[in-house]
């Protein structure tokens, strides 16, 4: 019986003022490679308060519609308690990633991430200035 093995990384990212969108599935992909694990399971968590990660569809229209919907859903403009407390400027920053959350789980299938045909893991940054963040990625299986 193969022994579990597990497996742990950080990616830097670095994000433009949000919301900014970039692709990290090469990076889970060449760590996944680096593990030795072939069948398991990847979960990665961006840290801080105002990132997120998610999967879309990586081109550009994908792209410009999903910060056009981030941007909807909780706009700069509004009143946000949190602006009361701090005066930064970010509330809706917090809002948005809060929506969106801060961590994935994904399966490992032959050593690869299991993905659909155009589906991509990006890392997002809500803040109201550039951030380089960290994905900690912690991989699980034989």
């Known amino acids: 019986m ?4 597990f497996h742990f990384a950080t990616i830097e990212v670095d994000l433009n003022t949000g919301p900014d969108i970039q692709g990290i599935t090469d990076d889970l992909n060449r760590i996944i490679g680096r593990s030795g694990i072939e069948n398991g399971q990847a979960t990665a968590c961006i840290v801080g308060s105002t990132g997120s990660l998610t999967t879309i569809e990586f081109e550009p229209g994908v792209v410009q519609d999903l910060k056009e919907a981030i941007s909807r859903l909780a706009p ?3 009143a946000y308690q949190h602006e009361l407390a701090w005066h930064d400027g970010n509330g809706h920053s917090h809002v948005q990633a809060a929506i969106l959350g801060p961590s994935i789980a994904l399966p490992i299938r032959r050593a690869r991430l299991m993905l659909g045909t155009w589906q991509q893991v990006v890392a997002i940054n809500h803040d109201n200035r550039s951030r380089s963040r960290r994905v900690e990625v912690t991989l699980s299986g034989v």
């Open 2 to 5: 193969a022994s579990v093995i």
């Open 76 to 78: 700069k403009d509004l």
